[in-house]
């Protein structure tokens, strides 16, 4: 990916660094640690290409965790998880395996169905003529004490990492504050609170070190991408390499397939990118980076077609003298 983005980017960014002064109080000189992972552990791709043939399906979590010691829930933007659910998944996984947990995607200003939602909820709230579910302030807290008592048994076990807040396009600063987020920043936040713009209008121009600086105030991390290099709007900026929680650094890797992430009707279209051996090194040495400004670093690999994102994450593992050497592909082994 071109660097050239950095450079045009330094006038603006020394503008925001005013409002991050919080991410310089972390302890100076020694460098962060570096967890990596994928964006779930169940994609189709996964357990046709990367898990053993015949594998169950209530087995996977822990073969995976023989891996990476780090995971990003998505099961939790559609539906709330059960609490039974999530002590299963912390027996099943080991001590200090870490799980990052998506928003439900009512709180992430997406459109919801009532069922979405759990059941308790359902009665009260209000809805349009199509079922979908109307954001008032009563429905925000109520859904917001489901969420957080859902983690309960991640913290409990010490394997919870960060709330992650995957924003719509369509909430743009055009049409929209930052301020409107204030609700579930203040619940969330104390937790560990990770946000995900998908508008790239809040990355750009004189909107930019309004946004680092509302994150900085509120010591909330800003979800840093690996993206295509497009100005799509609804593509962000990989150039940008802004920490605003000394305490984690999030990065999310999309891959750079420009016309898939457009145009795909699925997930495994838009996000169908294998990362070459000089791109992983690239990452690797981006990652070190955000390691000497926060205290933890959290890297996940969203490019969920096939096998690409557990085989990248391992790379990367490797690229970093986390493990020695890449373990086979299954596809290798069994096919």
């Not at 799980?99 to 979405?116: C, G, P, Q, T, Y």
């Not at 807040?165 to 929209?176: D, I, K, T, V």
């Not at 504050?177 to 609170?193: F, I, N, P, Q, Y």
Request: charged residues 25%; contains cysteine; proline residues 5%.
């Amino acid at each position: 990916m071109a660097t050239g983005g950095f450079i045009a980017l330094d006038c603006v960014l020394a503008q925001a660094h005013v409002f991050c002064s919080v991410a310089q109080r972390r302890s100076i000189g020694k460098a962060g640690k570096i967890l990596v992972g994928t964006a779930s552990w169940s994609d189709p791709g996964f357990v046709e290409r990367w898990y053993p043939p015949k594998m169950a399906a209530t087995d996977r979590l822990a073969w995976y965790a023989q891996h990476f010691d780090l995971v990003e829930l998505n099961s939790s933007f559609y539906a709330v998880p059960e609490r039974r659910m999530m002590e299963r998944w912390c027996r099943s996984t080991p001590d200090g395996f870490i799980f990052d947990v998506k928003v439900h995607k009512l709180l992430s200003r997406h459109s919801a169905s009532v069922k979405m939602l759990p059941p308790n909820l359902q009665r009260s709230v209000e809805a349009d003529t199509k079922g979908k579910v109307k954001l008032t302030a009563q429905t925000e807290r109520a859904l917001l004490d489901e969420v957080v008592r859902s983690v309960e048994p991640l913290c409990d076990g010490g394997k919870f990492g960060a709330f992650l807040l995957q924003l719509s396009p369509a909430f743009s600063p055009r049409r929209h504050e930052l301020a409107e987020l204030e609700e579930v920043v203040g619940r969330l936040g104390s937790l560990g609170l990770v946000v995900e713009l998908r508008n790239r209008n809040w990355m750009t121009g004189e909107q930019l070190p309004e946004t680092l600086g509302f994150f900085c105030r509120h010591g909330i991390a800003l979800c840093l991408v690996d993206a295509p290099n497009e100005e799509h709007f609804t593509i962000m900026p990989s150039a940008i390499n802004e920490v605003t929680d000394p305490q984690l650094a999030y990065l999310r890797l999309h891959g750079r397939n420009a016309q898939g992430y457009l145009h795909g009707k699925t997930v495994a279209e838009r996000f169908y990118y294998h990362y070459n051996a000089g791109e992983i090194e690239e990452i690797a040495a981006r990652s070190k980076t955000l390691a000497r400004k926060a205290d933890s670093v959290h890297v996940i690999f969203n490019n969920n077609a096939l096998d690409f994102a557990p085989h990248a994450a391992a790379r990367l593992r490797v690229a970093l003298g986390q493990i020695a050497k890449l373990p086979p592909r299954q596809a290798e082994l069994f096919r």
